[in-house]
């Protein structure tokens, strides 16, 4: 069931939406076909292609791990971050000692690929692992062309130029905090820097329950939300659940972005819901996706100018829902799990280019980058 709630605050009350059945299968019975038809004062449903051109093969014998991190940047230039420690020695052994077969070298940590898939920059290559986190999990490039990432699991966002020079770090090495530490975050998973306030959103994620704001400048503190725009409760044990009492609190908080109109989108994974807010927290609605966990691992904007469309990737379920943005109605769901074009191995991250094509990036097994080119053209 896939459930649609907002809250509208006025002092201390807030009143409930009732709920709302997306359209489409049960996820075990498997995505049906795109659904191309307009919703009512709407443009049609976006449907996509995948692009058995893209990526061009990677240089240097490289192979990817893991990929943690994809983002499409201004000028369509598209990044992306993996594991290369958890390569396993078979697979890379041109660099063992002495080496064991003439194959593979891992990639660098973090790649830039231009328009058509060739590789333009890199930062990090083997031999210099020791100089960065262990896992670089989300990458956002801003309106200021500085790229942003989380070492999560040392409990800090990093700020850097496009060349990779270290320009900022927010929070304590190796120190985790509660989910209402203005400084010590808990294994912070993804960023959105917003261009009319630059203010840096982080969903702080693994461990801690919140979304917590910083000036993106100087990395000073400004606010934190829990679920719902309530204060976060690292104590929360959730109860028996369901359509009429979903979680009070976010569970694995994992992916956010923001639209040109100034809401929030948070991609709250355990809870399989994305949460809208506005930028001051300020609870607006909720989609419950499908019971069970993981449908809701990271979220992203169509590309025309109202927006009018919502990606979310599903890493347990293995596909992409597509959702109007107004109303947070489900149009659309495609993708299955399994190797082949335009299959999934965990869709991890999203991200969309200028001209309205969808990228997801795949942790483990899929460890690739897919493209998807849009088929149905949206309002320019």
Request: net charge negative; with cysteine.
């Amino acid at each position: 069931m896939n459930v649609l709630r907002k809250r509208y605050a006025a002092g201390t009350l807030i009143a409930l939406m009732g709920l709302a059945v997306a359209c489409g299968p049960a996820p075990e019975e498997g995505p049906e076909a795109p659904d191309t038809s307009a919703a009512p004062d709407g443009a049609p449903t976006p449907t996509f292609e995948v692009d058995l051109d893209w990526p061009q093969p990677l240089p240097n014998d490289w192979i990817l791990s893991s990929i943690l991190g994809l983002f499409v940047d201004a000028g369509d230039e598209i990044w992306v971050s993996h594991r290369p420690e958890l390569l396993e020695p078979g697979e890379i052994g041109a660099i063992q000692d002495p080496p064991t077969a003439d194959c593979c070298v891992p990639a660098p940590l973090v790649l830039r690929f231009d328009s058509q898939g060739g590789v333009v920059d890199t930062w990090g290559s083997h031999e210099e692992w020791d100089e960065w986190p262990s896992v670089l999990h989300g990458l956002f490039v801003d309106h200021n062309d500085y790229v942003w990432t989380t070492a999560r699991d040392q409990h800090q966002v990093m700020k850097f130029t496009r060349a990779g020079e270290h320009v900022l770090t927010i929070g304590v090495f190796d120190e985790r905090g509660t989910s209402d530490d203005p400084e010590r975050m808990g294994r912070p998973a993804d960023i959105y820097v917003d261009p009319d306030t630059n203010e840096l959103f982080v969903v702080d994620g693994y461990v801690n329950r919140r979304v917590i704001v910083f000036d993106a400048d100087s990395g000073e503190y400004l606010r934190h939300w829990g679920a719902y725009g309530e204060a976060p409760d690292d104590d929360y044990e959730p109860g028996e659940g369901g359509p009429d009492d979903p979680p009070a609190q976010f569970s694995t908080v994992h992916g956010i972005t923001g639209s040109h109109d100034g809401l929030i989108y948070v991609a709250d994974r355990n809870n399989s819901r994305v949460q809208v807010f506005d930028r001051d927290g300020g609870f607006v609605m909720e989609r419950i996706l499908r019971e069970g966990s993981g449908a809701a691992f990271d979220v992203a904007l169509s590309h025309d100018p109202g927006q009018e469309f919502l990606y979310v990737a599903d890493g347990v379920e293995h596909q992409v829902w597509v959702l109007r943005r107004d109303g947070l109605e489900v149009l659309d769901r495609f993708g299955s799990e399994g190797t082949d074009p335009g299959q999934f191995g965990r869709p991890h991250n999203l991200s969309v280019d200028s001209q309205g094509n969808l990228y997801v990036a795949e942790a483990a097994p899929g460890r690739r980058v897919q493209r998807f080119l849009l088929q149905a053209p949206l309002t320019q």
